[in-house]
């Protein structure tokens, strides 16, 4: 693969992995169950989108959670924890021969995730964690920074240039959805232009920004049917990468069982985005 150099602030190259670069003219898909719930599940998945992923010659790297720490009902179950869900992280990253990405919540956790994966995710929730951003920073790995509901495009540059300054310069800012009321997200698609004007990297969450926070009954629910319009929105503008939670049963998934999509809805959804950059 030829990397051309210098594209993104602070000198990085967009690279991930040797074979995994992020570039506009051909978006990476991250993607893959919101919790790793089993292995099998996560293998399932895995597999599946990292053979949808190489038809359309799209880069693809699988994302899934060990830990839920946020959650809204008291009696929602977190994932595996951290040591048996790096175990699997690691097995399928062996395996599949995919790169991983998963959420880390503590310093401690981004510590210990950072031996495993190949890019750290700050939940939307801690952007502003110094110590987390401080200690995912100085892995060395990419630092990929979820928009807190409430944040500005504005606000996000910061945080970039907080962890540029920490030492790393792989940063990855994605747009999740803005607050608008009680229990609603809305997208401002141009939080992906300013997010960008200082060259860094852009990714768009497709399924969480149809989150409708809460307003499940005790958990959060959403409009799943609105993932396409937002992709088909996001690529138009343009970004560095899309991001969407699949599961092979989304109305039996432990988390996020109104958001995230079928493996059937993620392929039509894989197959438009294929369309889009011809």
């Not at 399932?44 to 989108?49: H, I, Y």
């Not at 992923?53 to 994932?79: M, V, W």
């Not at 939080?191 to 499940?216: I, K, R, W």
């Amino acid at each position: 693969m030829t990397v051309k150099q210098n594209i993104f602030p602070g000198n990085w190259d967009g690279c991930i992995t040797h074979d995994i670069q992020l570039s506009r003219k051909r978006p990476v898909i991250m993607a893959g169950p919101c919790m790793f719930e089993s292995r099998e599940i996560g293998f399932e998945v895995g597999q599946f989108l990292k053979n949808k992923c190489a038809e359309h010659d799209l880069p693809y790297i699988f994302k899934s959670s060990y830990d839920k720490a946020n959650r809204t009902s008291a009696q929602s179950i977190r994932g595996p924890g951290v040591k048996q869900g790096l175990k699997w992280l690691q097995e399928l990253r062996s395996e599949l021969k995919v790169p991983v990405l998963t959420d880390v919540h503590t310093a401690e956790q981004a510590l210990e995730a950072g031996k495993t994966v190949d890019i750290l995710q700050i939940p939307a929730f801690l952007c502003k964690q110094r110590d987390l951003l401080i200690a995912a920073a100085s892995t060395g790995k990419t630092v990929q920074i979820k928009k807190g509901q409430w944040t500005s495009a504005e606000e996000m540059l910061e945080i970039a240039q907080f962890v540029e300054k920490c030492g790393n310069s792989k940063v990855i800012l994605v747009e999740r959805g803005t607050c608008f009321g009680y229990n609603n997200l809305v997208v401002d698609f141009r939080n992906l232009v300013e997010m960008h004007t200082q060259g860094h990297a852009v990714v768009f969450d497709a399924t969480h920004s149809v989150q409708l926070p809460g307003a499940g009954n005790g958990k959060s629910s959403g409009l799943r049917h609105m993932v396409h319009p937002l992709v088909r929105a996001a690529m138009a503008i343009g970004v560095d990468g899309i991001f969407m939670e699949v599961h092979p049963n989304p109305t039996q998934a432990c988390s996020d069982a109104d958001t995230q999509l079928s493996m059937q809805a993620a392929e039509i959804i894989l197959d438009d985005i294929a369309k889009m950059l011809k």
